[in-house]
């Protein structure tokens, strides 16, 4: 059964202290890996879509990269407006996207 | 450009009534599709329309689900009769293309008493 899961659930960063969440994702077969942020009352936003091993992709301090078996999402020097659900969705070339459960972030001023 | 719309953002309802949900996707997106998180839980897919015809609905729970989409424009999502276990978030969402982006409403919280 195709199943993606994120790590850390939830994570707690000082502005300024940079990490990274996990995506990893066991599928059939991968057509693409999408992150969204969500904030709490509203739908997911998109973020970024990776299509192969090796790809990266960048907007202002977030940078999403993609191996074979995991996507990461870094985030560097992160503001308290960062503050938000991660979400990784996994497209297996179904007709849906199979939605890990979130790591929820919380940056502290 | 306007976003995914859905209607009403809150609803409560009693155990055995009927509620409809409505979707409204983005301009020009024939692929529409309806999601679920309850509580504690992942987003989960329902069901995939392209255009007016449903593509995939592996995902609905039970034939008190009904998807509906004419016109291949909005769609609309009932619940006859609730069920306490049908609490939660439904998004929809929608893309131009299948396999491409997909955006994705506010969603409608629904609560069953």
């Known amino acids: 059964e195709d199943q993606v899961t994120q790590s850390p659930e939830a994570l707690r960063l000082q502005e300024g202290e940079s990490s990274s969440l996990n995506c990893s994702y066991t599928v059939s077969g991968l057509r693409g890996l999408f992150w969204y942020r969500q904030d709490p009352g509203k739908g997911p936003e998109f973020l970024f879509t990776l299509y192969s091993a090796g790809e990266e992709k960048e907007k202002e301090r977030l940078k999403a990269t993609l191996t074979k078996k995991e996507s990461f999402l870094h985030i560097t020097a992160p503001k308290p407006e960062d503050s938000a659900t991660y979400l990784c969705a996994a497209d297996n070339y179904g007709q849906n996207f199979v939605f890990g459960p979130g790591t929820r972030l919380s940056v502290l001023p | 450009e306007a976003g995914v719309t859905q209607f009403p953002s809150h609803s409560v309802i009693e155990k055995g009534q009927t509620v409809t949900l409505r979707c409204d996707p983005i301009s020009g997106h024939d692929n529409l599709y309806w999601y679920r998180r309850v509580m504690g839980k992942e987003i989960k897919f329902l069901l995939h329309?392209?255009?007016?015809?449903?593509?995939?609905e592996s995902g609905m729970p039970n034939n008190r689900f009904l998807a509906e989409r004419t016109g291949g424009t909005y769609s609309t999502l009932k619940v006859q009769p609730a069920e306490l276990e049908d609490s939660g978030v439904y998004f929809c969402?929608?893309?131009?293309?299948?396999?491409?982006?997909?955006?994705f409403g506010p969603g409608t919280r629904l609560t069953v008493l």
């Open positions: 329309f392209v255009k007016e015809s449903k593509q995939d």
């Open positions: 969402a929608s893309s131009q293309d299948q396999g491409g982006t997909q955006y």
